[in-house]
């Protein structure tokens, strides 16, 4: 479906629904009812017409096909600079606190001698 034109993309989505409805075994009205659509919306949607997104989502829900979406528009990775962000430093070792005082009791310019 990659190739194909917007208009045979929207007829072949028609196609699809129509299908699902039919293998559930369910009227135009009866889904158009359940979808809170009319049927006539329903009717343009499976016949490849142009309908409301919102159309669309409630006819999706209605089959129990709603979860797709993600698979259709998949939530984007964070950019790598996002994900620098989030990430924060990350330790590389550990210390005590009893070595950090010794160290700081210890330290010197090295010119006391």
């Known amino acids: 479906m990659q190739n194909t034109s917007d208009d045979a993309a929207i ?19 009866a889904l158009a009812e359940e979808a809170g659509i009319s049927q006539r919306t329903l009717i343009r ?12 989502i409630r006819v999706l829900r209605a089959h129990g096909l709603l979860h797709n ?10 950019s790598p600079i996002q994900q620098v962000k989030l990430q924060g430093r990350v330790r590389q070792r550990a210390s005590s606190r009893e070595s950090k005082r010794r ?10 001698e």
Do not use: F, M
């Open 11 to 29: 007829r072949e989505l028609g196609e699809r629904l129509a299908r699902y409805r039919l293998n559930r075994n369910q009227t135009q009205s």
């Open 45 to 56: 949607l499976e016949h490849g017409e142009s309908v409301q997104i919102t159309s669309l």
């Open 69 to 78: 979406l993600d698979a259709l528009v998949p939530a984007p990775p964070p």
């Open 103 to 112: 160290e700081k009791a210890s330290w010197s310019w090295g010119d006391e």
